[in-house]
């Protein structure tokens, strides 16, 4: 095992090893609670002495995946909702939101297309 390897697992240990939902081991990450300068980023934090890294561990928080984008909000779009439905999702409720979104996009392209035009008809391009 590499030495910062070896830290990252000593971070976790203290973090205390597991998600809010339970999941251990290769499921969980260590992330940074707020907006940090790269350098106390957690790929970086393994790099750094333990005397260091210790003080700062009320910074970090331990997570899988799904329960970090369930609290970044990023799993909370309804179906049919946001700009342009669920990412993915083939419902009906999704797929009309995203056709109304292409439809709204292809409009404004054939406008910009439009303006173009004539402003290169008035010789102003
Ligand atoms: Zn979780
Ligand atoms: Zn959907």
Do not use: F
Not at 5 to 32: H, P, S
Not at 42 to 48: E, G, R, S, T
Not at 89 to 117: F, I, S, T, V
């Amino acid at each position: 095992m590499t030495k910062v390897q070896e830290t990252r697992l000593k971070v976790i240990a203290e973090l205390g090893g597991k998600c809010d939902c339970g999941k251990t081991g290769k499921d969980i990450l260590v992330y940074a609670k707020g907006k940090y300068e790269l350098k106390w980023w957690p790929q970086n934090l393994y790099a750094k002495k333990w005397e260091e890294i210790e003080p700062r561990l009320n910074d970090y928080y331990l997570s899988c995946m799904m329960c970090r984008r369930i609290k970044l909000g990023l799993t909370t779009i309804e179906h049919g909702g946001g700009a342009s439905g669920k990412q993915g999702c083939d419902c009906d409720p999704c797929r009309l939101q995203k056709n109304a979104y292409n439809r709204e996009k292809n409009k404004k392209m054939r406008e910009d297309a439009k303006l173009l035009r004539q402003l290169r008809k008035e010789g102003k391009l």
